[in-house]
Each structure stands twice: as C-alpha cells, then as structure tokens.
C-alpha cells in the first residue's frame, strides 16, 4: 500500500472514523500495513514516540491470526542464556541450554551459577508425578439433595461425556471428572490429558460441548458458567497445590559439600538454616501459598522466552522447596511444582522469536508420541526452576545477595 493511502486511514484512525480493530478491513487484511496505521494513529493521539515498538522480525500477520489484536508493533525482552544444565528425567537426559527472558539483573546470572551447580554434582534427577489440565464449569441444581443426585448422574455417564468431549478434539483426553458440591452448587472439575499443548484452549472448547450435552440429557441442570474458579486457572490456589494441574513436577539434586563451599561460597548446614527459616517459616508466617525462595523468577523467564502463557507464572509459582544436610554432610535440595502450566505447540509456541528458544532447548512444536517434548519442556523448567532456588538461598547465606547486584551494576 502506498504512503498516501497510509496517511489517509492514520488520519482517519485519528479523528474516530475508523476503529482500531476495523484497520484491517481498509488494509485488505494485511496486518504488517494495519500494524503501522495503529502506530502511526496512536503516535499522534498520545504524543509518544513509537520507533522501538516499530522494529519487529515476528510476522505481524500470523500473530495477529492467532495471538494478538490491535497489534502496534512487539516489545523486546533482553534474552539471556543459563547451562549447561545437566538432567535425568523420565523424558529429558542431558545437557541443556535454558534461555531466560527478563529485565532483571543478575538473574541469568544467578540461574547459570545453580546450573553449574548442577551438572557439576552429577545433575538434577527429575520426574512429573501428575499431568492434567482442567475447566471447572458451575451448574445451578434446584436444591443440594438435586445437586447430589446430579453428580450421581455425572459418575454413570462419563463414558458418554467423554465420547462427546473428545470429539472436538484429535489430541485431548478426557480423564477424570471431580465434582465439588457448595449448597445447590456443582463445579465439574474436568481434567484433561493434553499432550504436546499447555491446553487451555483444547479443555476449554471440549467441556464447553460436554456442557451442552448434559444441559441438553439433565434438565435440572442450569451452566451458569463455563469456568467456575474450581479450575483454578491463573490464581494462586491450595487446589491446585494438592491435586495439580498442568504438569506437577518434582526435581532433586545431592550437591556434595566441596562444590557447595567452592561453587556457592558457603556451607550445607547454612542453606538448610536459610530455607528453614525463610522458605519454610517466613511463607507460613505470611501465609503464603508455596514455600520457596524465587519460582516465579525462573518460570516467569522462561514462560517469556518460550510463548506460554505468562499469567500461569502464578501458578507456577506456589511451589515448595526442600534442603536439608545428608548424613554425608552433603546438601539435598528439591522443588515440587504441583501446577507447572506449560506446551510446545499452539498459543505463543509459534511466535518466530519464542520458537526458536524453544528449539534451543529441542522440545519445540509436536512430540513423537505426541506429548513427550511438552513432558521433556516441563522436566527442564523444573530443573532451571532448582538450579534458581540453589543459587540464591546460597546468596543469601553467604550474605551476598546485595552484593551480587552492586557488582553486576543492578
């Protein structure tokens, strides 16, 4: 599209005569021109200059098909590289590189240091104990007494709503359905096997249709909503610490007490003191959910660098870490993520600049069998998330944390 015809939508965007998502329309669907008007509009409505926003690699078209509206251009987050972090897990073995998008200095930093940490101990030993992703729709019963018979109902035909919640996907998988009852209430927790995706789209789409089933077979049964919080989605929440969701992922490593002294410039004995008293005393006294030291930090990073969704950091972050000295007089730290919310494939996964962090890692796009590299992408994550938890629990006991930013220049 030539300037002139540029000029007249921008000036047309300006005045209220066409709408931001209407540009398209006057674009012949050419997003990368409609993403230029949108900035050039907005420069003049609000007087910020937008010549970074502007400066862009991702194909504005595809993202914005498929994860953006209004697009104005892209925001660069700095991407550090942490490793190599050494893993044994049931799905990722080896030596891996774990990029980190942040703005946080000394936090790449501090992740590559438990990384080496790490590998230098023999490697993080890494497992998922539970994978399922969950839609939690609420139904209004007349009474608890109908509330009660209708979950009766629900048990003696799941087979059926599993038939119709699987027909609109080719991947998912429905595998259990858990029912809370709060007076008339009923909240089915639905909870899927997703392979290779984070999910929520595919869970969402196939209870929404098992919904209208039971609507349809179970009178009595209002949806009120076809998420009812029991999900628990994007929240912090104890549900979702004792029955997981996403991936629940445990990984542990035995660091011995010379690379502990060397590495991380003190002892096991005053790690176990720092998360005793920190991770494990201090969350309970500020009733936190989760007992650690940082989670959020290294799953935030990560999430931005590889397209997930960047709110499930929260759930990410209601983890639990553990350290304690051996009978050797070694240090055996671990991290539990009961709600690890994570796929290589749909969403952000397909943004030019996330997927090749994903392929850094070798987990991106559809496993063979499906499902194996978001289960290798999750073991990682665990793996990254521990070698952080290492390295600033000995910050702390060494009394360096503050230290570490003055010299980085933080």
Same mark, same amino acid.
């Given at each position: ?268 004995? *005053?790690? /176990? ?6 991770? %494990? =005393?201090?969350?309970? !006294? #500020? $009733?936190?959910? &989760? ?90 994550? *665990?793996? /990254? ?6 390295? %600033? =629990?000995?910050?702390? !006991? #060494? $009394?360096?944390? &503050? ?8």
């Amino acid at each position: 599209m030539d300037e002139k015809k540029i000029e007249e939508l921008v000036s047309k965007v300006v005045k209220g005569e066409i709408k931001f998502h209407e540009v398209e329309k006057y674009t012949d669907g050419d997003s990368e021109v409609a993403t230029e008007v949108r900035r050039r509009a907005l420069e003049r409505l609000t007087g910020a200059k937008l010549e970074h926003l502007g400066k862009y690699t991702i194909d504005a078209n595809r993202a914005m098909d498929k994860n953006i509206e209004n697009m104005i251009g892209a925001v660069q987050v700095p991407v550090g590289i942490a490793g190599p972090l050494l893993v044994h897990g049931e799905y990722a073995e080896g030596e891996y590189y774990v990029p980190l998008a942040t703005t946080e200095g000394a936090l790449v930093a501090s992740v590559n240091r438990g990384c080496s940490t790490i590998t230098d101990s023999g490697g993080a030993h890494v497992r998922i104990v539970r994978d399922g992703m969950t839609r939690a729709p609420v139904f209004k019963l007349p009474s608890a007494r109908k509330a009660l018979e209708f979950c009766e109902w629900v048990r003696k035909h799941f087979d059926d709503i599993k038939e119709v919640a699987e027909s609109t996907t080719r991947h998912g998988e429905l595998l259990d359905i858990q029912e809370f009852v709060v007076g008339r209430h009923v909240f089915l927790r639905f909870e899927f096997d997703t392979k290779d995706a984070m999910g929520m789209n595919m869970v969402t789409i196939a209870t929404e249709e098992a919904v209208n089933w039971i609507e349809e077979k179970y009178p009595d049964a209002k949806c009120v909503s076809a998420s009812g919080n029991v999900c628990v989605d994007k929240k912090p929440s104890w549900l979702n610490n004792v029955l997981g969701r996403g991936r629940t992922v445990v990984a542990e490593v035995e660091v011995p007490r010379d690379i502990v002294e060397e590495k991380l410039k003190t002892t096991p004995e *005053a790690m /176990a003191e720092v998360n005793y008293r920190k991770n %494990l =005393v201090g969350s309970a !006294a #500020a $009733g936190n959910i &989760g007992f650690n030291a940082h989670h959020a930090n290294i799953v935030a990073a990560i999430f931005i660098a590889t397209g997930q969704d960047e709110a499930h950091a929260v759930d990410g972050s209601t983890g639990y870490t553990t350290m304690e000295v051996t009978e050797d007089g070694d240090l055996y730290a671990s991290v539990t993520i009961p709600s690890l919310n994570v796929g290589t494939v749909g969403g952000g996964t397909g943004v030019e600049t996330q997927r090749e962090c994903l392929e850094i890692l070798g987990v991106a796009g559809g496993g063979n069998p499906p499902g194996v590299n978001a289960k290798e992408f999750a073991e990682v994550v *665990a793996a /990254a998330v521990l070698a952080g938890e290492l390295s %600033l =629990v000995a910050a702390l !006991a #060494a $009394g360096h944390l &503050g230290k570490a930013h003055r010299l980085l220049g933080r």
